[in-house]
């Protein structure tokens, strides 16, 4: 199993320009969680999906934020448009072979100047 | 004051030491206690995972749960230089679809020194 795979894994842009982060779950399983990490937060959970349907956005911070997942191997989490504040690394994780707790991807490394 | 709280060290410690990670909770709700690894520019490697109160070991490590004292410790005997990282405590409260909703402490950055 691959785990857990996300793209970009670094995403340098401009304020006002719209950011799609994509990822990979490990195959399987039917939730998956967006979380971002920031030095000032720390991980806070985003967004989960369980059968493809979001369960909880109440940590979307704003209207600017959104995420989908279309079917049970893909999800984007979608920021338009950008602002400086939103850089930060943002993380999706999905259940393992146990299935009590989840697993981490890479990251997305997002800048936004 | 935050729902879980863990000091961020940083902690400095020679190889071959014994090390003591911390986190202290409010929410006595909580029942899934985990400690995640996360090297630099890495994503966070769970590394042990209890439910309730508790021990549990895997080699060198040891989790902790006193629910009672909301406080969970994780101990890493004969440390090595590879186990220099940030570690995070994370809580979840039930199971079920939402075992996922983790909430993590701030991390604790570790070095251990050859």
């Known amino acids: 199993d691959a785990g857990v795979i996300q793209s970009p894994r670094h995403e340098v842009t401009e304020m006002g320009q719209e950011v799609t982060l994509r990822c990979k779950p490990i195959?399987?399983?039917?939730?998956l969680f967006w979380y971002r990490q920031t030095m000032m937060r720390g991980l806070e959970l985003l967004i989960y999906f369980n059968n493809n349907v979001p369960i909880d956005d109440s940590g979307m911070p704003e209207d600017r934020f959104s995420a989908k997942m279309p079917n049970a191997s893909f999800s984007t989490l979608k920021i338009q448009p950008s602002e400086p504040r939103d850089s930060a690394v943002y993380f999706c994780?999905?259940?393992?072979?146990?299935?009590?707790?989840?697993?981490f991807g890479e990251g997305s490394w997002l800048t936004v100047v | 004051q935050k729902e879980v709280e863990q000091d961020p060290g940083p902690l400095s410690v020679p190889e071959g030491a014994i090390v003591s990670l911390n986190c202290t909770y409010s929410?006595?709700?909580?029942?899934?206690f985990m400690w995640y690894r996360q090297y630099s520019r890495k994503g966070p490697e769970l590394l042990m995972y209890?439910?309730?109160?508790g021990n549990k070991e895997d080699g060198r490590f040891t989790a902790q749960v006193d629910k009672s004292s909301k406080y969970i410790s994780l101990f890493i005997r004969d440390s090595q230089p590879s186990d220099s990282a940030t570690y995070l405590c994370?809580?979840?409260?039930?199971?079920?679809?939402?075992?996922?909703?983790?909430?993590f402490g701030q991390g604790t950055i570790l070095t251990v020194h050859p």
């Open positions: 994370a809580m979840s409260l039930t199971g079920g679809t939402s075992y996922g909703k983790l909430t």
């Open positions: 994780a999905s259940p393992g072979i146990t299935g009590n707790t989840i697993y």
């Open positions: 929410n006595s709700a909580f029942q899934y």
């Open positions: 209890t439910y309730s109160s």
């Open positions: 195959s399987g399983h039917n939730s």
